[in-house]
């Protein structure tokens, strides 16, 4: 069974990641507010706040664009369902994006279906983390706390470790 998600561990790593590296996940959020750009980076910018919350430092360059690298049409496919899903899923499926991000899934049906496996059994307290997490989204400049807190929950709840650097995206 999944571990409770510990939204206020998660806040405060959250906050000490992002402020860490705030410039470069600023402007990948900033970034993420330009329509069509927005979307394709995305998954660039999860991933640095993935790097943040696992001690390495996010390369703007090189991670913002990330989707490019591999899996193009799966985080496509993930960031549709993400979009199109209510409060009560998003919990659901938002993992999944992490999971291809992580090489744990191969592909965007697997990443959905380990997402939800793993999820469901908690989905109260992710549901939590999330409004939690992603309210102070109102106000963009704490967006990348809420990135990183997000980030850190689903390293916890995966068993990402918080050590090691993200794995490097597999090719399509």
Request: aromatic fraction near 10%; include cysteine; proline fraction near 8%.
């Amino acid at each position: 069974m999944a571990a409770p998600v510990p939204f206020g561990e998660a806040l405060s790593k959250g906050k000490e990641v992002a402020f860490a590296n705030y410039v470069p996940l600023i402007i990948g959020v900033l970034v993420m507010g330009v329509p069509i750009l927005g979307i394709l980076c995305a998954p660039g910018v999860y991933y640095m706040a993935l790097k943040c919350v696992r001690g390495q430092k996010p390369d703007l360059g090189a991670d913002l664009f990330i989707i490019f690298k591999g899996k193009l049409v799966d985080h496509i496919i993930m960031l549709i369902l993400t979009g199109l899903c209510c409060i009560i899923t998003l919990p659901l499926f938002w993992p999944g994006t992490y999971l291809l991000l992580d090489n744990k899934a191969g592909g965007w049906s697997e990443a959905m279906n380990k997402a939800m496996a793993e999820t469901k059994p908690n989905l109260v307290g992710w549901l939590i983390c999330l409004i939690v997490c992603f309210l102070p989204c109102i106000c963009f400049f704490l967006a990348p706390i809420s990135l990183c807190a997000v980030a850190y929950c689903y390293d916890k709840t995966f068993g990402g470790g918080g050590g090691g650097a993200p794995a490097e995206p597999a090719k399509a």
